[in-house]
Every structure is written in C-alpha cells, then in structure tokens.
C-alpha cells in the first residue's frame, strides 16, 4: 500500500505569487514581521448617535478607518487574541 501518489503538487499556502514575502510593521513595538503572521485590526470612530447624523449633512461626516497590523506577542498582551487551547490547558490545570 503506497504512503502517497507519486505525480502530486506542492503548495505553499502563504503566498498565492511567487518570490519573497511581504513584511509589515507592528504598529505597537515596531517589530517587522511577515504579512501572513500578523493580525490585521481595523481602527476608526463611527458617529452612533441617530440625532447627530440627522443634524450633520452625510458629506461632512469622514469616518476614517485605519488598517494596523499587531505581532503575535502585542496581540496576546493587549488582549486582540486569546492564547492558543495548549497554553490555555496549561495555564488553567494547577
């Protein structure tokens, strides 16, 4: 019984182009990681309140949203994600 087909194909699931990675910049520590490893946050503000946005025409109203980038360390200090189930096992099991 063969462990696996002879004609397969590789994949790199990374990247879909090839060549080198892109790398971003962590907006916290400013370490430079790749793309893939990151965590993408979406940080901005969005006016809520219905009576403001009656009062302000629409064209006035600019609710920027800014794309950040957070490492694996800063996500998990400041609470972005939550540690992974074996170190959660770990932690919780005294």
Known sequence: MPISTAPYTRRYAHTSSRGSEGTVTCN????????????VKYRGFRINDPTLMRQIPRYNIHTFSQKIYICPSCARSRGVVQPGKSVRKKHLNF
Do not use: V, Y
Request: aromatic letters at 24%; hydrophobic letters at 40%.
């Open 28 to 39: 916290f520590c400013k370490r430079k990681l790749p793309r893939w490893k990151a965590f």
